[in-house]
């Protein structure tokens, strides 16, 4: 007799894959949102398509790149 183990204290956390739109309980973090106006969110991708994304890219580096410089008009 032996019955799987429903006690865990947590519950997994479950996402949605943001390329295949599965859902897996074993979630990989593949870009953070970072908005002006309240907390960012994380996207998530499943372990299969996590390696198919780029490296986390750097929320400053962003930044940089979509205010281009003649925005401000400095430089
Ligand atoms: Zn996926």
Do not use: I
């Not at 960012?40 to 198919?52: D, E, Q, R, W």
């Not at 580096?61 to 281009?68: E, S």
């Amino acid at each position: 007799m032996s019955e799987p183990t429903f006690n865990a204290p947590t519950r997994k956390p479950v996402r949605l894959c943001v390329r295949c739109n599965v859902v897996t309980d074993a979630p990989v973090v593949v870009s953070e949102v970072h908005q002006s106006s309240g907390p960012g969110f994380n996207v998530y991708a499943c372990p299969k398509c996590a390696p198919l994304f780029p490296a986390l890219p750097d929320a400053f580096d962003l930044l940089n790149g979509w205010r281009g410089r003649n925005e401000d008009g400095a430089e």
